[in-house]
Structure formats: C-alpha cells, structure tokens
C-alpha cells in the first residue's frame, strides 16, 4: 500500500526517518550514549581485518562504512563489489570476520562471496533486510537492517539502514579496540541519534528546491557527482539512482580523480553535481568546482549552511542542508540525491518503481 504517495520510493523515501530510527536503537542504547554490546561470533578486538562484499547500493553502503571502520576503529577493511570479490583469488585469513550487505539476502554474487569466504574458514556477519532468507541462513550472525520490506526496485531506505548498521558496529568496533574514548564513544552515539532529526527537516524544507531542481535536471543527458571522503561512495550511489530510474547518464568520481580524465566532458551541456558537507577538506572540494566552473561546467553543489557560506565558486544552484555532525552526513546526505533522482524519473516519467530491465532481487550471476 503505497499510502497517500505516488510511488512506493516516494513511501519510502519519507519512511527514513522512522527506520533509521528503528534500526539505530537496535545497536545503540541512547539512553547511555553508549553502543550496544552485541553477541557476536568474533571479536573486534582480536581480528586483524574485516573483509565486506556487496552489489551495488548495498556495496556503497559497505564503501561508506570503510572509512568509518577505518577512521574510528583502526580496523583495514578489505571490500570489493561481490562479482569481483568471488573471482579475485584474495588471501583471506580464517582469524578475521567478513561481513555481507544486502536488502534481499539472495543476490547470488554476495552468496557466492559468503560461500567462498566461510570455505577459508571466516566468521560470517549478514547484514540484511530479509531475515528469511539464504544469506542470513548461511551467517554465523544475522544483523538485521530493520527497514521493513523495501518494494521500489531503487534502493533508499533499505541503503540509510545499512549505513545506520555500519555506523553502529564501527562505533562497537572502535570501543572494543580501545580506538576512542568514553567522551568521544558518547559523543559519537548522541551524534547518531540526531539522525532521524535531520532526516525529517531534509525531507520537510528542501522537497520543493529539489522539485525545482529536478525539473532542470530532466532536460540534461549526462550528468556527473563529485565528492571526497564518505561523499565519495554517495557521489556514485548518486549517479547509479540517477541512472536507474531517469536513464540519465550520470557518473559518480571522486573529485581528486577529476584532473585524471573526466574533466575532458566538462561543458555547459553537463551539470556537475557536487556533494560537500563542510568538513577538514572542503577547500579541496572547492577547488575541483573551482576547475569545472573556469570550464563553463555548471555546478550544483549540495552542502551546509557553513559550506554555503565559504564557497566562493558561483553555482546554477545551492541545496543548503543544515550543519551536522560529521559522522551522519553521509546519511542524512543520501535523502537529497534519492529526491533528486526520484523527481527528475518522475518529470521523464519513467516507471520509478519498475525501471525497465532492473529486478529487484538478482538471484542469477
Ligand atoms: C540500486 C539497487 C541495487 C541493489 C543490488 C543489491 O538501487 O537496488 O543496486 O542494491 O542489486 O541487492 P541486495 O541488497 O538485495 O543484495
């Protein structure tokens, strides 16, 4: 039942707030600001890497909580998109644990992925929307994403949830290996529990820009997203919803990249959508938007209101969310682009629930 929305990816585009929530309480106890202790077949403490393996929206979820595992836990993370991961002949180590991302937990490539990792004697987390369902029964542990059933072929909520997940388990991971302190674990988990918060103030005060902006988005046939850091991972999540539901071609690179090719397409016939939060290397940012803008590329720049007002580059337009702690942007960061994307299908109108050729569940190689 789709409610009063036109689409169930509008339903549940506004249902993230809500799971987000849900999903978050589950593996953070607010009450301590403290992550929660899970039961677990291995030991962040004792393992030496955690190795993850996804397909698509999952896995850019799985890149994002790369670099959370890595910046607060100290912990290497080895991922790979699962079609690649299977075949690559990677040397794994039975001591350490690997970790599956997926909504259906049947995409048969993160089942192979599994399958592979646990004949190399590895601990198995699975961390699904679907609870019955092959990759969870595979897993040694099951850390369920709790986003209710997702039916638009796109992913959004089921893509915020696991990005809750992995927030959640890097903040467990950095207590366990003594990586941050009580102070920093509290302000970590308060940070967390502010996301539902902004989630529903994106979805209440930008609706309408990013209409308007979709609406000039339609008449465009490339379109390219730049970010660094954790925008990196939701620069390519951007372009491959983009893709998927409008047919635009879009591309997602990170913005240091730029200078190494893409570059080349920069005309006033391709916007270049570029995600920034205001954070340690904004400056950078704004010195890749300075490069398209002296090419005549024309710049849609999603940021904060701290971003907005150090940019000094002149954009086509400026999508200000409000400022926020740094590790919940790439979270609350995923609801503008979803819009974006969603919007700009419905102006093509495309069939946003059913794009043509996609499944939701890709249980074939
Ligand atoms: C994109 C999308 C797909 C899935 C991918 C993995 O919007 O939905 O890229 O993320 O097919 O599916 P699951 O998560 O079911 O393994």
Known sequence: DKGNHRHFMEKEIHEQPEVISHTLAHYLDFTKSAAKPLDLPFDFARIERLAISACGTAYLAGLIGKYWFERYARLPVDIDIASEFRYR?????????????????????????????????????????????????????????????????????????????????????????????????????????ETPRYANQVLKTLDGQIETLARDLAHYRHVLYLGRDTSYPLALEGALK?????????????????????????DENMPVIVIAPHDRIFEKTVSNMQEVAARGGKIILITDAKGAAQSTVKTMR????????????????????????????????????????????????
């Open 242 to 266: 983009l893709k998927e539901i409008s047919y635009i071609h879009a591309e997602g690179y990170a913005a240091g990249e730029l200078k190494h090719g893409p570059i080349a397409l920069i």
């Open 89 to 193: 002949e990677m040397p794994l180590s039975a001591n350490d644990a690997a970790l599956f991302i997926s909504q259906s937990g049947e995409t048969a490539d993160t089942l192979a992925s599994l399958r592979y990792c646990r004949s190399q004697g590895m601990t198995i987390g699975a961390v699904v929307n679907t609870r019955e369902s092959t990759i969870a029964r595979e897993a040694d542990v099951t850390l369920p994403l709790l986003a209710g059933p997702e039916i638009g072929v796109a992913s959004t909520k089921a893509f915020t949830c696991q990005l809750s997940v992995m927030a959640s388990l890097a903040v467990r991971a950095a207590v366990a290996r003594g990586t941050v302190s009580a102070e920093e674990e509290k302000a970590l988990v308060r940070a967390l529990s």
């Open 318 to 365: 400026t999508i200000v969310l409000p400022d926020m702690p740094e590790i919940i942007t790439p979270i609350v960061y995923a609801l503008p682009i979803q819009m974006l994307a969603y919007f700009t299908a419905v102006f093509m109108g495309t069939d946003v629930d059913q794009p043509r050729n996609l499944a939701k569940s890709v249980t074939v190689e």
